[in-house]
């Protein structure tokens, strides 16, 4: 059994104001900072032995913090990096849902079913995410595992790998709840197949 140990990214401004904030590189803020060392004395009883995380600035530097409290080193991994928002990074959940009202719906209705413009949907984003947990469990095998991660890649491996649909998503995405832990069998289980549409 492997355990994954998911963490999403710490704070920034942007995510205090709303904004969709996909790939976009910005610092974590001061509540930010009191975040990731709270989850890395948290994870550190788990006795995790691998740190990976997604290369935008605020992935990094939460992963940084934490990896400092386990003292462990943080590897980052470019399949790690956060879902692509396109055109849409920037915008307020508000100015995206006056703006584009059909697809806003259908967004939050069935997120698999929509892509940014110039982005990435949820179904490539799995994709992409799951293979780089397979081949971690792979290499890793019985270890425990962390994974700093962007809000929405949090929530994409939160439904791929636990639930098995995305009925979730955007609990997941729009939520505080911090770090959450996932036990793998093997790379070739279900649990490692794409989620159905829910």
């Not at 355990?3 to 401004?13: G, H, K, W, Y």
């Not at 799995?126 to 780089?132: E, I, P, Q, W, Y």
């Not at 491996?157 to 793998?184: A, P, S, T």
């Amino acid at each position: 059994m492997t355990r994954l140990i998911l963490v999403p990214s710490a704070q920034t401004d942007w995510r205090v104001e709303g904004r969709l904030v996909g790939d976009t590189d910005l610092q974590i803020n001061e509540l930010g900072h009191r975040q990731a060392v709270a989850d890395g004395e948290a994870i550190a009883a788990m006795m995790p032995s691998v740190v990976r995380y997604g290369p935008e600035q605020a992935t990094t530097q939460t992963a940084q913090i934490i990896a400092h409290e386990l003292g462990l080193k943080a590897k980052p991994l470019k399949g790690l990096r956060e879902m692509d928002l396109g055109h849409w990074e920037g915008l307020t959940i508000d100015e995206f849902r006056d703006r584009f009202a059909k697809v806003y719906r259908q967004w939050r209705s069935d997120p698999t079913s929509v892509e940014a413009p110039e982005g990435e949907s949820v179904v490539h984003a799995a994709d992409r995410l799951g293979k780089v947990v397979q081949k971690l469990v792979r290499d890793h095998p019985g270890e425990t595992i962390v994974l700093i991660v962007g809000h929405f890649a949090y929530a994409v491996l939160r439904c791929r790998l636990q639930d098995g649909d995305y009925r979730r998503f955007w609990d997941y995405v729009e939520g505080n709840e911090g770090w959450h832990e996932v036990v793998m069998d093997a790379p070739s289980q279900n649990q490692d197949k794409p989620a159905p549409p829910s």
